[in-house]
């Protein structure tokens, strides 16, 4: 069996090589939450021909905490695809609809007098 070894020039270049790679993927990418966010979005605006044959096969996309109005362009936008999509967390940017918690009926609150 034959025993490598490494000169310690050769392990530090590795190193260094290494630390500047991931600096620049970093610098790139701070918020990994934003890749995601635009990952997302592009899906949803303009799927690849992979993301469309899903569909037609039946797969939902569950796009999650996009704003709500997003959540329009898209409906409006892609009206034939909208039984493949899933919107969970939707952000409200609607000021108006912010103003009075008091008004706000909770998700799944109904009207009907004869709930206990």
């Known amino acids: ?4 070894t490494i000169q310690p020039a050769t392990r530090l270049i590795a190193v260094v090589t290494a630390l500047i790679m991931t600096q620049s993927v970093l610098a790139r990418h701070e918020d990994p939450s934003k890749l995601f966010d635009s990952w997302q979005v592009k899906t949803l605006y303009q ?5 469309l044959e899903r569909e037609a096969k039946g797969s939902v996309m569950i796009y999650d ?13 892609n009206f034939g695809r909208i039984e493949n999509m ?12 912010t103003k009075s918690s008091s008004n706000k009926k909770s998700v799944g ?5 004869d709930c206990d």
């Open 1 to 4: 069996m034959t025993a490598y």
């Open 47 to 51: 799927p690849g021909k992979f993301q």
């Open 65 to 77: 905490r996009l704003s709500d109005s997003q959540v329009n362009k898209a409906m409006d936008a």
């Open 86 to 97: 899933m919107f969970t967390r939707i952000q409200v940017s609607d000021a108006s609809e």
């Open 109 to 113: 609150a109904s009207d009907s007098q």
